[in-house]
């Protein structure tokens, strides 16, 4: 018997479906917050006098500083009993699949995130498909964002997979 | 050339990424929750994660892709750059486990005068289970960059 999709149009519909864009400005405060909380302290993170000298010419971001920006404060009354929130900022089609897996994430870094930059996240689905676990169907929510800056110039991008099963 | 950099000829493929060892405990977990602003509870309150029918608090799969970021950057060094990197959480870790972050490179060229490295990389526990397996590319500085 052939598997019953679960991609109907309704969820099919949300290929596309764009979050609205936001912006962060890059404090030397926050880069050095996320050093410290990810045990990463290079010099290039908060040393200013060092990261002069060095050939970014200033103090830069961790790699995965730009998740920081990927959550938004939800208050505590609109959260779940385990602390997601009920709305979260990238939402997930509607589907007869429970749980929530990580696929896996894929990152393009173009240019360093650096102090002062003023950075703009975009995010959309851009593909959802169906799959045969040995459980049972899986369905696939692969979502890109991209993080430009105040120069207009594309700082990276990143490919992640939301496996719902 | 700076002391201690990383060159494109120092490299071969086969060759190991030097290991970086983390055993991330309650607090930087906290501070990581924190930082991303992130209030799932998994994460640092243990009493409702075992209701999840876990047996701890849980390692956030994001900062151990932050680890796999600082094993790259700390092998190739200030003058070497992180092109591309991607993981998958395939398994979980709790709290206080001792954790490896290993790499291997698989592949070497050059393209456009720049020399590109490509390794396998991964967090592995300390059964040698490979909890987040992924991949890199970086550019590396030449020790002859004519070209």
């Not at chain 2, 799932?40 to 994660?49: A, F, G, V």
């Not at chain 2, 900062?63 to 398994?91: H, P």
């Amino acid at each position: 018997m052939a598997p019953v999709s679960l991609i109907t149009d309704e969820v099919r519909s949300w290929i596309g479906r764009e979050t609205e864009p936001w912006t962060v400005e890059v404090t030397p405060r926050d880069i050095k917050r996320f050093a410290v909380a990810t045990d990463d302290l290079n010099p290039l993170y908060y040393d200013k006098e060092y990261a002069q000298k060095s050939r970014y010419g200033g103090l830069i971001a961790p790699p995965l500083f730009y998740m920081v920006p990927l959550t938004d404060p939800v208050p505590e009354s609109a959260l779940r009993p385990d602390g997601l929130p009920y709305e979260g900022k990238f939402p997930i089609p509607p589907t007869p699949l429970p749980r929530l897996v990580d696929g896996g994430t894929e990152i393009e870094f173009f240019v360093p995130i650096r102090v002062g930059d003023t950075l703009t996240g975009r995010s959309k689905i851009v593909d959802i498909y169906q799959k045969e676990g040995r459980t049972g169907p899986l369905i696939f929510v692969v979502r890109e964002t991209t993080y430009t800056n105040q120069k207009g110039e594309v700082v990276l991008t990143e490919k992640s997979t939301t496996i719902l099963r | 050339m700076a002391e201690g950099q990383l060159y494109f000829e120092d490299v071969e493929v086969g060759m190991a990424v030097p290991p970086l060892h983390k055993t991330p405990s309650n607090t930087l977990l906290f501070l990581y929750s924190a930082v991303t602003w992130n209030p799932q509870r998994i994460h640092y309150d243990k009493e409702y994660t075992l209701t999840e029918g876990y047996k701890d608090v849980i390692v956030h799969g994001p900062l151990r892709g932050a680890f796999l970021s600082q094993l790259m950057t700390r092998w190739i060094g200030d003058e070497g750059t992180l092109k591309k990197l991607s993981y998958t959480n395939r398994d979980i870790a709790y709290v206080n486990e001792p954790l490896v972050c290993r790499g291997m490179v698989t592949r070497k060229w050059v393209a456009d005068g720049h020399g590109y490295v490509e390794c396998d990389i991964w967090v592995e526990n300390a059964h040698g289970t490979r909890l987040t397996p992924g991949r890199a590319i970086v550019m590396l500085p030449r020790k002859e960059s004519r070209s």
